[in-house]
């Protein structure tokens, strides 16, 4: 199914659970795997004098300093290089969610793989709930379906036996269930098709009687019933439910409480979001929570 495997990495232990996500991927797709490291960011314009990301130290990039870098990050993924023959490391400089989009439409990629924040542990803990800029920037305009492993648990990554799809029904949502049909099909996976019910109003002192709650929960399902089943052809297992609750805790809960090894959402791209703009909340939260790999999408 993924024929080309970008992996946009660090070489530091931030991407070590993404690296072996996506080294396990191409193995299982016998796909092409393309390594990717942004070295640093030009301290100004044209200058060849670079911040690299990695010692914090001002750098002049040259061919030589190019060929150095490259060989860290081979050296860094020997062990997993051994076994993968139809691998390349390219290494840029810039701005790192540019650059790895660059790469990705140079390759024709159809999946693109990134670790969590390389940010300092000694990060604000607020810092640490947040999904890294490089993460949100690439998720909002990638051309293709973006994976994050922000968490160990979220790597061991092997044969899949159940996704599940949250949707909140928007035209997004429908991109991202067709993928994660065509997913599911492709691989004899269980599909759960979930949607969480927003009741979050209730903690700024909205009043919703249960009543209303229960009510909103029949209508849901009611809805996806409607809406996906006759888009499930060849899918045999599949369930479907609706929580209420805070949507992403609801997902992460859900797709725990499964054994989810995948989750597919939607990123929303809406007309007035800036470069400088956020991934939608609950998505954010997903891709930092989920025990998991989340894949979003956006188109």
């Known amino acids: 199914m993924f024929q080309r495997i970008l992996f946009a990495t660090s070489a530091t232990e931030a991407c070590d659970h993404a690296a072996r996500v996506a080294f396990n991927i191409a193995a299982m797709n016998r796909s092409s795997l393309h390594i990717f490291h942004v070295l640093g960011v030009p301290t100004r314009g044209y200058s060849q004098d670079v911040m ?10 040259d061919a030589e300093y190019v060929s150095w870098v490259k060989e860290e990050v081979r050296t860094y993924y020997e062990e997993q290089l051994k076994d993968k023959a139809d691998t390349e490391i390219e290494v840029a400089v810039g701005f790192p969610h540019r650059e790895i989009l660059r790469q990705a439409r140079a390759i024709n990629a159809d999946l693109i793989v990134l670790g969590r924040s390389t940010g300092q542990e000694a990060d604000s ?32 990554w092997g044969g899949l036996s159940n996704i599940v799809f949250g949707t909140d029904f928007s035209g997004a949502s429908d991109k991202a269930f067709a993928f994660a049909v065509e997913l599911a099909r492709s691989l004899g996976c269980e599909l759960h098709i979930f949607h969480a019910l927003d009741v979050s109003a209730m903690l700024v002192g909205k009043a919703i009687t249960q009543d209303e709650i229960e009510q909103g929960r029949r209508e849901a399902l009611r809805r996806i019933r409607g809406k996906y089943i006759s888009g499930m052809e060849g899918i045999k297992n599949y369930t479907m439910e609706v929580w209420e609750g805070i949507p ?17 959402l939607a990123h929303h791209s809406r007309p007035e979001e800036t470069e400088m703009s956020t991934i939608g909340s609950n998505v954010e939260q997903v891709i930092v929570r989920a025990g998991c790999p989340v894949i979003s999408m956006n188109r």
């Open 52 to 61: 690299d990301v990695k010692t914090k130290e001002k750098v002049e990039v």
């Open 248 to 264: 992403f805790i609801e997902i992460v809960k859900y797709a725990r409480e499964n054994y989810a090894d995948l989750i597919v």
């Open 125 to 156: 803990v607020y810092k640490k709930s947040m999904a890294g800029s490089t993460v949100q920037r690439v998720a909002r305009a990638a051309r293709c379906p973006v994976l994050t492993v922000s968490r160990p648990a979220a790597s061991f």
